[in-house]
C-alpha cells in the first residue's frame, strides 16, 4: 500500500498487495515528488510478524501492522501546492472514494473516522492480482472513476475543487 495525501493534507500512503509468491511486482513512484527533497518517506511497511514494529532496514520507521509506504510533504505551504498522486502500475479502478474532510486525526479523535480510515483514495487491480490502494488523498481531488483503465504514471488527482 500507498497511503497519499495531496494539496490540503500532509501525507500519502500506498498500500501493496503482493503475489502469492511474495513479490509486489515492478512499480513506479506513486507520488510526483523528489523523495528526500520536496518529500520523504514517513513510514514503511511493518516487516515485524509479531508486537513489535520493524521496518526493512530492522529500523522503526514504521508500527505495529503497518502495511503501508508513507510519503509526506514537508510542510503546509508544500501541501497546499497540490502534489500529483500517480498510478504505480497499468491497470483498472476498482474503487475510489471522495468527499471525506481533510482533517487532522490525533489518536484521541481516531472514532472519527472509524470506517473510513483511509479517507478519499483510490483502488487500483493490475494484473497477477496485484492491488494497489492510495489513501489520505485531498478531497474533490479524485480525477479517476471506478471501471476507469489506467497507466503507470497517470495522474489520478486533480486540484481541490
Do not use: W
Request: hydrophobic share 35%; net charge neutral.
Amino acid at each position: 500500500m500507498y497511503r497519499f495525501r495531496n494539496a490540503s493534507v500532509s501525507s500519502f500512503t500506498i498500500l501493496l498487495g503482493l503475489l502469492a509468491d511474495g513479490r509486489a511486482g515492478e512499480l513506479k513512484l506513486p507520488v510526483a515528488c523528489d523523495v528526500g527533497r520536496t518529500c520523504f518517506i514517513q513510514n514503511y511497511v511493518d516487516v515485524d510478524p509479531g508486537s513489535a514494529a520493524t521496518d526493512y532496514m530492522c529500523g522503526t520507521l514504521t508500527y505495529d501492522g503497518h502495511n503501508g509506504i508513507d510519503f509526506r510533504l514537508p510542510s503546509r505551504v508544500a501541501q497546499q501546492a497540490h502534489v500529483h498522486v500517480l498510478a504505480a502500475a497499468d491497470g483498472e479502478v476498482i474503487r475510489t472514494r471522495d468527499g471525506i474532510d481533510d482533517v487532522a486525526i490525533k489518536p484521541e479523535g481516531r472514532g472519527k473516522v472509524s470506517g473510513h480510515e483511509c479517507g478519499n483514495g483510490v483502488v487500483i487491480k493490475h494484473p497477477q492480482d496485484l492491488e494497489t490502494q492510495y489513501c489520505h488523498m485531498a478531497k474533490g481531488s479524485i480525477a479517476v472513476k471506478s471501471r476507469d483503465k489506467v497507466t503507470a504514471g497517470q495522474v489520478m488527482s486533480a486540484c481541490p475543487a
